[in-house]
């Protein structure tokens, strides 16, 4: 149990929007007509919310207001504008529709292509990347880290795209509507988004800071329960509850942190709101009285509905931010793991099965004759030979560290003569799973002063 326990930190830096630009790459490479759909739907979506708001105003002033009073009303203009609301208020049902069910496709074909990239590198990946991080957090990228991107593509895109295109649609209705009233809306606005960065400013840290956390739990979960055997023979249990108290009150403290500011967020925007509402409607009802802004009773009305809507974009991106600062993050450890150099084989003697020809000459052959050979390509003159496996292995003055100031093999010379049997004796942590960590090449040394049957054990391929 000597691996480091902490996963590599990601950070919230240039990487991220580097990172972010390559997760969108998934998106739009695989699924580049449906993204369009997606846009095109959340833009018609918004649009109709917007149009439906916008038609109080002119309902009232040029529909509903003229037919006060009259002593036989004529309703039909009144349903036919009331009959377009109606189908403009369909398509953007449908269209929201479309969009959240394409999203969830997209969502889950981009999560299993990123699943099925990265269980393909780790496999290429070398025995040292399982030494330097723990089995769970490695595990964590699959679950936990998969799942906070998957609910980034499911909502946060769509959520963010659909308020960003709301607010601004929304301001020019409002613009066009009243000017004046305008003005108060974009003062509240900066005195909104000023409370909410004070709030939520400190929330991104920590919900990266959550993730980290708990892939280090599950990593310290995952190497105990494999190890417990190790554990009760050392009596090691209180100690071993003592660290997870530790990794646990850690985690503790950064999903509390993070989720109290996500959770104040919500409710202080929707009152800063609500406050804007009644001042809205304060300023609007004087100037209307006073006769300034040529302010009718349809403008108020839909400018009303429109502050109403104008808050809800803000609040959603505020909510969204956390969501997708976390996945970057995820994002970002997921690509760091793809990013791994993976192993590099440069090995190109093999074995193959072999038998003597009349003159005693070894040719290689198909089936199993119970005779080996090494087959020895030389680039030089493109010729190959044979040479018969016998399993003779010798170690010549090998020195060996796992990380550069620390060797654990010093100066090194052993030989095995063929079927000759060996036992290493030594204390713990002598090295001698490293020898044989060594014979099996997961680890390469630079010297190369392995050979078998007289081979430089760095030009054997490693699966042979
Ligand atoms: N993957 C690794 N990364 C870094 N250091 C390692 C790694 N594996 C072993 N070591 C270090 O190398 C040294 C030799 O370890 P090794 O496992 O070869 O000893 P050992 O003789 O097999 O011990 P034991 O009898 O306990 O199995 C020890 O100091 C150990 O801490
Ligand atoms: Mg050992």
Redesign the pocket.
């Known amino acids: 149990m000597?691996k480091e326990k902490k996963p590599t930190k990601p950070s919230l830096n240039k990487n991220t929007l580097k990172t972010a630009k390559r997760l969108l790459g998934y998106v739009t490479k695989t699924y580049k007509v449906q993204f369009i759909i997606v846009l095109i739907c959340i833009l018609v979506s918004s649009i109709a919310t917007i149009s439906v708001s916008l038609s109080l105003k002119f309902l009232l002033d040029d529909y509903i207001i003229p037919l006060i009073g009259q002593k036989s009303p004529d309703y039909t203009e009144l349903y036919q504008a009331l009959g377009i609301l109606a189908c403009i208020f369909l398509s953007g049902v449908i269209a929201s529709f479309i969009y959240t069910r394409l999203m969830v496709v997209i969502g889950q074909g981009v999560l299993k292509r990123v699943r099925d990239e990265m269980f393909e590198h780790m496999q290429k990946l070398p025995i040292r990347y399982f030494?330097r991080n723990t089995n769970g957090s490695i595990m964590s990228l699959y679950t936990n880290d998969t799942d906070t991107l998957r609910q980034m593509i499911n909502q946060s895109i769509p959520q963010v795209l659909m308020s960003a295109l709301t607010i601004v649609v929304t301001f020019i209705a409002m613009l066009v509507l009243s000017p004046i009233l305008t003005v108060l809306a974009v003062v509240m606005i900066r005195v909104m988004t000023a409370v909410a960065r004070m709030v939520g400013g400190n929330s991104g840290k920590y919900f990266v800071r959550q993730q980290l956390d708990l892939a280090s739990i599950t990593g310290f979960v995952e190497e105990r329960m494999t190890g417990q055997r190790v554990v009760k023979v050392f009596n090691h249990e209180r100690i071993s509850e003592e660290e997870f108290d530790q990794l646990n009150e850690s985690l503790f403290v950064s999903s509390s942190k993070a989720h109290t500011f996500a959770s104040i967020m919500g409710p202080v925007i929707g009152n800063m709101g609500n406050l804007q509402f009644v001042l809205t409607a304060v300023l609007g009802g004087a100037l209307s009285v006073l006769g300034i802004g040529n302010i009718t009773l349809g403008v108020m009305a839909s400018y009303l509905q429109f502050t109403k809507s104008f808050t809800q974009p803000f609040m959603q991106i505020a909510q969204q931010f956390n969501s997708i600062i976390m996945a970057l993050a995820g994002a970002e450890r997921i690509f760091n793991m793809m990013d791994e150099e993976p192993e590099v084989d440069e090995g190109y003697v093999t074995l193959v099965n072999a038998k003597k020809d009349a003159q005693g000459n070894l040719t290689e052959c198909k089936e199993r004759t119970g005779l080996w050979a090494w087959k020895h390509p030389h680039q030089a003159d493109g010729t190959v030979t044979y040479t018969e496996l016998k399993g003779d292995v010798r170690f010549y003055d090998m020195t060996f560290g796992?990380?550069e100031d620390?060797m654990?093999l010093h100066d090194l010379t052993l030989y095995a003569k063929p079927g000759q049997k060996l036992a290493?004796v030594?204390?713990?942590?002598?090295?001698?799973?490293?020898?044989t960590?060594l014979i099996n090449r997961f680890y390469d040394v630079q010297d190369g002063k392995i050979r078998y049957d007289d081979i430089n054990i760095n030009k054997i391929k490693k699966a042979d």
Request: aromatic share 12%; glycine share 16%.
């Open positions: 000597s030494d796992y990380t620390h654990v290493f030594g204390s713990t942590g002598a090295g001698k799973t490293t020898i960590n």
